[in-house]
């Protein structure tokens, strides 16, 4: 298939693994942060750990809109949902992830009316179709997908509706990040910066994290071979004793970002003082919410919202899975109490987080395979 | 008497091995002594660095006995990946347990008339029981009718069986547009007489408007099983091949395309066929070399090849690239986010053969068109038993699992 074959090309993958073993040090460890879920998705679904030396190892980040949202959020939109005539709607992650009472398709199962929608579009299409329902967007996401949930709010002012509204979960990605950086168990090497929120942000905001904390790093593709080659451009730049960010994704991302998509967000949201973040408890201004001006498609203002806050699971990890601190196999309750089908944590649940990809993909010894897929 | 009245539940299952894993014990270690903790409980697996440690647990987690833990039944218990499979262990199984059930293939063998209780000198015959509830009722390339014949014909050929009789039960919702409903007979009947089959029976319900989704079709079908020998999961071997007899995934990207929610066009039409003549040929071709037969519905190819690991404690390898799957197929499961291995097909069919009749089992099935695109995906191995492995084709390893959750909802 055009456009996406030519990155996954096994041959010239051999060739960059070459490359990158030929920049490793000699009895030094590389540990490189991927910051976004999308990439560790790819890693695990091309196995791409197979073209690794075994001195660097990849470190799954934050970066997994699904994985962040705090149980107590859940709790909230199955509150809105349950009000009668509502419809919630929302993408298929979501809809597994649990709540301190359960998850959406338990809600739906207990009949709530909750929707699998593809885009916030599909949502609004919802609203114009049942005029006499109230229609709520669950929206989450980093700056990836902030825009076409503001896009989305836009076009239901112009179109003067009354039945919509979203209920707003977005988050932004340099403050987790800096919770990251801040963390004092962890020591990487670089990051490979995630893609798909730069084509919103560019790439400089992450200016400090080269300049202030004297990490390389590299924004990259979701590709296997755009994870390759970023891998080889952060050994590059160590052996070279540079430390930049890089743009590996420049075929999409833009590196002043998309100043269109920037300004949409800033005309319906604004961040927030505060908000929790599964695992990683409460980090200031690190997500948005509705502005005054939009308050009639805001869902929290619309509805009676209880606010409360669930704490985690004794038993889950996500935390530290999220910081990059465990790998998932580490946590006490994988893959035995925490499955995708009956998960403890977010991190098990959107095909994004860390321990999903690892249990659905990884969950084997690479040593004793070798020797049973070898050709 | 008794013998002919047990039914299949579901469309195919596992052995009783496919699992829930357990809660938190209270006894779980804290985090300070687990991996100790883990260690001896594999004791003798000294050798295991910590992670395979892990792993072993796992294992042995996911060995436990299935247990429904939803309160409600969710769209994941229709899926026919993992849920399917826990609940078909936990509730009906353990319900109806009796040894012709418990063999979890896609239909019961049952012999009758026979002279004693081994059923020396009866007839063997094949039953089978299937509901259709796809959305939407007309797709591109067939309707709930042919697949509703088609499926439960398919049922009866992957247990070698020569399909016979089909019963043909139909629940239908008030308001249901009459001339809908005899589009989809005249299909149902097309269908019957393309595979060789007389509907023989029947039943028709009628529930109130908003009680059903237009019309629900349920089929059961009885076939003969003319030639000796038994396929099953379970017979599997390490050096076996695996073959799929064409492209896969067409059916369900189909009908999901074919919803139109998702503004997506693509030129590509279901499979829905009957595949007892590709069966009757393949068999015929390599009378002993066939050690299973499933058509590759909910779920897909995956799994079946999970099924196959875990019954026959075997490792399953294969190779993505040589995994036939058309481009457009391809494209719109990158699109959705779905791997075309858990895609339905209801035309096409996994077999494991024997290394030696591989080469003979594929010429048989490319000789019909239905199976012209056949290929070789993969091969059998023993170790690490249980565990299905895809060599991708950027080059990498990776597991492949049970399907949890639904991506794709009432596609057959």
């Given amino acids: 298939m055009r456009f996406v074959d030519e990155f996954r090309d096994a041959a010239t993958a051999r060739a960059l693994a070459t490359k990158i073993a030929g ?100 949502s609004l299409k919802i609203a114009r179709n049942n005029p006499d ?86 924004c990259a593709g979701f590709e296997p071979l755009d994870i390759l080659q970023s891998v080889y451009q952060l ?32 005309e319906v949201m604004e961040l927030r003082p505060y908000f929790e973040w599964r695992g990683l408890g409460f980090i200031s201004h690190s997500a948005l919410q509705v502005r005054e001006k939009y308050a009639s498609f805001d869902a929290e203002k619309i509805f009676n919202v209880p606010g409360v806050r669930v704490a985690d699971p004794k038993a889950c990890q996500c935390g530290e899975v999220l910081k990059g601190v465990l790998k ?48 | 008497m008794s013998e002919r009245s047990e039914l299949t539940i579901g469309h195919s299952s596992s052995a009783s091995e496919a699992s829930t894993p357990s809660d938190v014990t209270p006894a779980a270690p804290s985090r300070a002594n687990w991996a100790e903790q883990a260690v001896a409980d594999h004791a003798g697996a000294e050798h295991l660095t910590r992670e395979e440690q892990v792993l072993a647990r796992i294992e042995k987690a996911r060995r436990k006995k299935s247990r429904v833990k939803e309160e409600r039944i969710t769209l994941s218990h229709g899926a026919g990946g993992k849920a399917t499979h ?70 009866l050929a992957m247990c070698g069986a020569r399909p016979l009789y089909l019963s043909a ?22 269908a019957a007489t393309a595979a060789g089959v007389q509907i023989v029976t029947g039943d028709t319900k009628v529930v109130e408007r908003g009680k059903c989704d237009g019309c629900y079709i349920n089929t059961a079908g009885v076939g003969v099983l003319e030639r000796p020998g038994l396929l099953s999961a379970a017979t599997a071997k390490p050096g076996d091949k695996i073959i799929v007899s064409g492209e896969i995934g ?49 779920g897909g190819v995956a799994t079946i090849l999970n099924e196959v690991a875990v019954a026959s404690q075997v490792a399953v390898i294969v190779d993505e690239a040589s995994v036939p799957v058309q481009e457009v197929v391809t494209g719109a499961s990158e699109l ?26 594929l010429a048989a099935l490319r000789s019909r068109p239905l199976g012209e695109k056949a290929a070789v995906i993969g091969e059998l191995k023993d170790d690490p038993p249980g565990l299905v492995l895809l060599r991708t084709s950027f080059g990498g390893t990776r597991i492949v699992d049970m399907l949890v959750g639904d991506p794709l909802p009432r596609i057959c």
């Fill in chain 1, 23 to 122: 920049l490793c040090e000699p009895g030094r460890q590389y540990k490189f942060m991927e910051v976004c879920g999308g990439h560790t998705h790819t890693i695990y679904k091309h196995g791409l750990e197979d073209y690794l030396p075994e001195t660097v190892s990849l470190v799954h980040g934050p970066g997994c809109p699904v994985c962040v949202i705090p149980m107590g959020r859940v709790d909230d939109a199955i509150a809105i949902a349950e009000h009668p005539d509502v419809i919630m709607t929302s993408f298929g992650d979501m809809m597994r992830v649990p709540g301190g009472r359960g998850s959406f398709f338990d809600s739906k199962a207990a009949g709530t009316d909750i929707r699998m929608v593809y885009s916030p579009l599909d």
């Fill in chain 1, 133 to 218: 329902k109230q229609v709520v967007f669950m929206a989450i996401g980093f700056e990836t997908t902030a825009p076409s949930t503001a896009m989305t709010v836009l076009r239901a002012a112009q179109e003067k509706l009354d039945n919509f509204s979203i209920f707003c979960n977005h988050v932004t990605i340099i403050p987790a990040i800096k919770a990251i950086l801040d963390s004092p168990d962890l020591r990487l090497d670089g990051f490979i910066g995630p893609g798909h929120v730069s084509t919103v942000i560019g790439c400089k905001p992450y200016d400090f994290i080269s300049a202030q904390e004297g990490k390389p790093l590299v």
């Fill in chain 1, 235 to 266: 050994l590059l730049q160590l052996k070279e004793g540079r430390c930049e960010v890089e743009n590996q994704y420049s075929r999409v991302v833009p590196w002043d970002g998309n100043p269109k998509a920037l300004e949409v967000i800033g």
């Fill in chain 1, 328 to 375: 998932p196999w580490e946590c006490k309750v994988f893959g035995t109490a925490c499955t995708p089908e009956t998960p403890i944590g977010t991190c098990m649940v959107s095909s994004e987080g860390a321990c999903a990809a690892y249990y659905n993909f990884g969950r084997f010894s690479r040593e004793r395979v070798k020797e049973a897929t070898h050709t």
């Fill in chain 2, 86 to 155: 826990t609940l078909i262990d936990a509730v009906f199984l353990d319900a109806f347990r009796n040894p012709v059930l418990e063999a979890m293939e896609d239909g019961a063998s049952v012999t009758i008339g026979g002279a004693d209780e081994s059923g020396a000198g009866g007839v063997r015959l094949a039953f089978t029981t299937d509901s259709y509830v796809v959305h939407p009722l007309f797709f591109p390339g067939g309707d709930i009718g042919d697949l509703a014949v088609n499926g439960t014909v398919n049922d």
């Fill in chain 2, 169 to 190: 039960g139909f629940i239908l919702e008030e308001g249901f547009p009459v001339a809908d409903l005899q589009r989809i007979v005249d299909s149902m009947a097309k």
């Fill in chain 2, 250 to 298: 067409d059916h369900g990207v189909t009908v999901m395309l074919a919803r139109g929610e998702l503004d997506i066009e693509a030129d590509v039409v279901s499979d829905t066929a009957p595949l007892h003549e590709l069966v009757a040929d393949l068999l015929d071709a390599v009378p002993d070399g066939v050690r299973l037969l499933r058509d590759a519905t909910r």
């Fill in chain 2, 336 to 361: 959705l986010g779905i791997d075309p291995l858990y895609v339905a097909c209801e035309g096409r069919l996994v077999t494991i053969v024997d290394p030696a009749h591989a080469d003979a089992a």
